[in-house]
């Protein structure tokens, strides 16, 4: 089985991922809603990290830093260099913190220097700000931006044609990698017959609100 789908039956045991009508940010009404905060133990914590890394990994991106904005992106981004670096792949890590702070070694940044190709690790894109805060930050360290990770990519438009992650390549020019799209979701659904009368209702959001 892909990692893909393994993450997304994971995201289902944990409730993370779940079905029924949900309202957005946007007023869309959804047929599924995923939160990512509810990886909230070690163990799914642990196996959630591991899809990054293989995400990551299977990608083939160069990399030189990982780096998590605050405050999502903290955890993922240390626990997606502790399984890469159990899989031979060993890449320092650095996190912002939101405040600055004005005594020790102060500053926003916390781990390793920002150098060279920066990944960034985040849970969502839904407006597509937390990834330019990064890239700000990127560049005031010299560094540059080599691509985006993050858990699901909706795959839905946002004010225009376009979606948040496709907005996002664009406007940068990278790569984003998502652990799992709303095309590996309906293939998910199509193959777990417990969640077969979703995907009239999935479909239907895809046709109506989703990007070619």
């Known amino acids: 089985m892909h990692f893909s789908q393994e993450f997304l039956a994971l995201a289902v045991s944990k409730g993370v991922l779940r079905f029924g009508e949900f309202k957005t940010k946007a007023g869309r009404l959804s047929p599924y809603f995923f939160n990512s905060a509810l990886f909230d133990d070690g163990e799914s914590f642990a196996q959630l990290s591991n899809y990054y ?41 650095c996190f912002n913190r939101k405040e600055a702070k004005d005594h020790g070694e102060g500053g926003t940044l916390v781990g390793a220097p920002l150098k060279g190709r920066v990944l960034v690790l985040d849970d969502v894109i839904s407006a597509g700000t937390s990834v330019r805060e990064s890239v700000d930050i990127i560049r005031a360290s010299g560094a540059e931006l080599a691509g985006v990770v993050i858990a699901i990519d909706r795959m839905e438009r946002g004010t225009g044609e376009k979606s948040a992650v496709q907005e996002v390549r ?15 979701l309906m293939r998910f659904i199509t193959d777990s017959p417990q969640f077969a009368d979703k995907f009239e209702a999935v479909k239907r959001y895809r046709d109506t609100y989703g990007v070619s």
């Open 170 to 184: 664009d406007s940068f020019g990278v790569p984003v990698i998502a652990v799992a799209t709303l095309d590996d």
């Open 53 to 93: 890394a293989q995400a990551i990994r299977s990608s083939g991106i160069a990399v030189d830093t990982l780096f998590g904005p605050a405050y999502k992106g903290i955890p993922l981004v240390a626990g997606a260099a502790i399984q890469l670096a159990a899989q031979g792949v060993n890449l320092p890590f």
